[in-house]
């Protein structure tokens, strides 16, 4: 069954831990800290894969979760930093992640995207010595790597697209045209997913797609259709496809309009995309009365007009003549839509600085800030030495002097990403 839609849970590995370690050798006096860092999370990347056609995949697993650092050791050796975790999707996969922070385009075969990046890897306690601070017995944490749920649509990239009414003769067409044999019945809605076609005329290719039939509503919900029409948003030229003898008696004109509103609701460029009208089952009328419904739409119509018949081919090689003409011969390159080629966080210098003191109770306060609440999760506030280097920090970022202007007084409870701890700060750790 094909799938165009899908949602998954992505999770990068979370940084390694730095090391608290010792230089412990023989004949070797006075040996200073060797703590090694940790390694980085591996990230998280979504690659284009032409070898893939759908979504269906992802009906399976939803849950993406890649390798975190390995850990610091002693002599100063670095934890290791695992590869990224790959996941592979078809041409034409967008991506958008739940809070519309991430959006990527993949169109072309090898194409990446970052959509999780690993958290960083913790120092060892190599980084904390000082000539007052000899021999530090903290080190920091592994920073969490990114999590998020990502939504994944399919767009087909096809060059020409068939749309019109349940019926009207689209599947019957493209299987003529190309080597596709998408189902074909005497009744409506006998085309429940896109089909892709080849045209190949001499050197040149053309991808035909075959959209479900689309009814009056569809921009809204209503029937299939509904579900495809972003298939068609990639196309160069449309082929409405009208059938010249419905079975329910219509009118073709009305339904010609019915469906030229339905691309307008829906938006994403449909309506502005140039169009073929391809008049079907010219075998099911007289030749006159052919003739006389071709002349009537070439009349009040600046769209080209093909007379075709898929059961004897009649104008077949000409609508396919047209096709190629009417498509260029050179690609143009895929717009990026405002897609940027990597939108995920950053964390520069002097980038969240800010914060904000609230005190929660009588001697309770509450601290929140982006870069306060990294540096807490980077370190052991239950270890002495590593709540003396916290506190010195929290000094220099001028956190103390904004919880003593809201009214705190050392030993007072202080809560900073979800940890409270008692602060009490004396003179600066050095």
Same mark, same amino acid.
């Given at each position: 069954?094909?799938?165009?839609?899908?949602?998954?849970?992505?999770?990068?590995?979370?940084?390694?831990?730095?090391?608290?370690?010792?230089?412990?050798?023989?004949?070797?006096?006075?040996?200073?800290?060797?703590?090694?860092?940790?390694?980085?999370?591996?990230?998280?990347?979504?690659?284009?894969?032409?070898?893939?056609?759908?979504?269906?995949?992802?009906?399976?697993?939803?849950?993406? =979760?890649?390798?975190?650092?390995?850990?610091?050791?002693?002599?100063? @050796?670095?934890?290791? /930093?695992?590869?990224?975790?790959?996941?592979?999707?078809?041409?034409?996969?967008?991506?958008?992640?739940?809070?519309? +922070? !991430?959006?990527?385009? &993949?169109?072309?075969?090898?194409?990446? $995207?970052?959509?999780?990046?690993?958290?960083?890897?913790? @120092?060892?306690?190599?980084?904390?010595?000082?000539?007052?601070?000899?021999?530090? #017995?903290? /080190?920091? =944490?592994?920073?969490?790597?990114?999590?998020?749920?990502?939504?994944?649509?399919?767009?087909?990239?096809?060059?020409?697209? &068939?749309?019109?009414?349940?019926?009207?003769? *689209? /599947?019957?067409?493209?299987?003529?045209?190309?080597?596709?044999?998408?189902?074909?019945?005497?009744?409506?809605?006998?085309?429940?997913?896109?089909?892709?076609?080849?045209?190949?005329?001499?050197?040149?290719?053309?991808?035909?797609?075959?959209?479900?039939?689309?009814?009056?509503?569809?921009?809204?919900?209503?029937?299939?259709?509904?579900?495809?029409?972003?298939?068609?948003?990639?196309?160069?030229?449309?082929?409405?496809?009208? %059938?010249?003898?419905?079975?329910?008696? /219509?009118?073709?004109?009305?339904?010609?309009? *019915?469906?030229?509103?339905?691309?307008?609701?829906?938006?994403?460029?449909?309506?502005?995309?140039? #169009?073929?009208?391809?008049?079907? *089952?010219?075998?099911?009328?007289?030749?006159?009365?052919?003739?006389?419904?071709?002349?009537?739409?070439?009349?009040?119509?600046?769209?080209?007009?093909?007379?075709?018949?898929?059961?004897? #081919?009649?104008?077949?090689?000409?609508?396919?003549?047209?096709?190629?003409?009417?498509?260029?011969?050179?690609?143009?390159?895929?717009?990026?839509?405002?897609?940027?080629?990597?939108?995920? #966080?950053?964390?520069?210098?002097? $980038?969240?600085?800010?914060?904000?003191?609230? *005190?929660?109770?009588?001697?309770?306060?509450?601290?929140?800030? +982006?870069?306060?609440?990294?540096?807490?999760?980077?370190? %052991?506030?239950?270890?002495?030495?590593?709540?003396?280097?916290?506190?010195? @920090?929290?000094?220099?970022?001028?956190?103390?002097?904004?919880?003593?202007?809201?009214?705190?007084?050392?030993?007072? +409870?202080?809560?900073?990403?979800?940890?409270?701890?008692? !602060?009490?700060?004396?003179?600066?750790?050095?």
């Amino acid at each position: 069954m094909f799938t165009d839609r899908a949602k998954i849970f992505v999770q990068a590995g979370s940084g390694g831990d730095g090391s608290v370690s010792f230089r412990r050798e023989a004949h070797v006096p006075k040996g200073g800290p060797d703590g090694g860092d940790g390694g980085r999370g591996a990230d998280v990347v979504l690659v284009c894969e032409p070898s893939m056609r759908d979504l269906q995949a992802f009906r399976r697993r939803s849950h993406f =979760k890649a390798k975190r650092g390995g850990h610091g050791g002693g002599s100063l @050796r670095t934890g290791e /930093s695992p590869g990224a975790l790959e996941i592979t999707v078809p041409p034409g996969t967008v991506v958008e992640s739940a809070d519309g +922070d !991430l959006r990527f385009d &993949l169109v072309a075969p090898g194409m990446r $995207a970052v959509v999780a990046r690993g958290g960083m890897g913790g @120092r060892g306690n190599k980084h904390f010595a000082t000539p007052t601070r000899q021999a530090p #017995r903290f /080190s920091e =944490k592994g920073l969490a790597g990114d999590e998020a749920w990502l939504e994944l649509r399919l767009k087909l990239l096809a060059d020409v697209g &068939l749309i019109g009414l349940p019926n009207a003769g *689209k /599947s019957s067409l493209v299987s003529v045209l190309t080597r596709a044999h998408p189902k074909v019945a005497s009744y409506p809605f006998t085309t429940l997913e896109p089909v892709l076609g080849t045209l190949e005329r001499g050197e040149r290719q053309l991808v035909i797609a075959d959209i479900p039939g689309l009814i009056e509503g569809a921009s809204e919900g209503a029937g299939l259709g509904h579900e495809f029409l972003a298939h068609v948003e990639r196309t160069r030229v449309l082929v409405h496809v009208i %059938d010249l003898a419905p079975l329910d008696g /219509s009118d073709p004109r009305e339904n010609h309009a *019915k469906i030229e509103r339905e691309l307008e609701a829906h938006g994403g460029g449909l309506a502005a995309l140039p #169009r073929i009208l391809c008049l079907s *089952k010219a075998d099911l009328v007289t030749d006159e009365e052919a003739e006389q419904a071709a002349a009537e739409w070439r009349s009040r119509s600046a769209e080209p007009v093909h007379l075709t018949s898929s059961a004897t #081919r009649r104008g077949l090689d000409t609508l396919a003549d047209e096709l190629l003409r009417a498509v260029p011969v050179d690609q143009p390159e895929p717009e990026a839509e405002g897609v940027a080629p990597a939108t995920h #966080r950053v964390y520069r210098p002097g $980038a969240g600085e800010a914060f904000t003191v609230e *005190k929660t109770g009588s001697r309770a306060f509450r601290v929140v800030g +982006d870069r306060v609440e990294r540096l807490i999760g980077r370190h %052991d506030t239950e270890n002495e030495e590593a709540l003396r280097y916290v506190e010195d @920090r929290l000094r220099n970022m001028g956190v103390i002097k904004a919880l003593e202007a809201a009214g705190f007084e050392p030993g007072d +409870d202080v809560e900073i990403a979800g940890i409270v701890f008692e !602060l009490d700060p004396g003179t600066p750790f050095r």
